[in-house]
């Protein structure tokens, strides 16, 4: 089972970017997904997280950090989950990690996820 982002860059304040999380060996489809970041010298932080397949409803969750500028969304045909980042500031540099949950449902929990990407780099100059 292997998690792989991508999409992390060097951006200035106020552009975007889209984070993208493809996963091989494990169907995402029912499990929740999330995105976590780390900046330097701070601990790993819940960003956003996106529940599994129905027949529960769809259901995000968001940090109040991020909420109104970052969308998550995930293409279960594609097995992969995404972390669309709009008016990135600075203090949203860090470390970006996709994350697979246990069950279908979403949580901030980093202990209720078992799957980990390495991590995609996001940095935002003001």
């Known amino acids: 089972v292997q998690l792989v982002e991508s999409g992390g860059g060097l951006v200035q304040a106020g552009d975007s970017l889209k984070l993208s999380c493809a996963a091989s060996?494990?169907?995402?489809?029912?499990?929740?997904m999330g995105w976590f970041r780390q900046a330097p010298g701070k601990e790993r932080e819940f960003v956003a997280a996106?529940?599994?397949?129905?027949?529960?409803?769809?259901?995000?969750d968001y940090s109040d950090s991020v909420k109104g500028r970052f969308t998550i969304s995930r293409d279960n045909a594609r097995n992969t989950v995404s972390l669309q980042m709009n008016n990135l500031k600075p203090e949203d540099t860090a470390l970006y990690y996709c994350?697979?949950?246990?069950?279908?449902?979403?949580?901030?929990?980093?202990?209720?996820?078992?799957?980990w990407g390495q991590g995609t780099q996001v940095t935002v100059s003001s």
């Open positions: 994350a697979a949950g246990t069950s279908y449902y979403n949580s901030r929990r980093q202990l209720d996820y078992n799957t």
């Open positions: 060996g494990r169907t995402l489809a029912n499990y929740a």
């Open positions: 996106i529940s599994g397949r129905p027949p529960l409803t769809t259901h995000s």
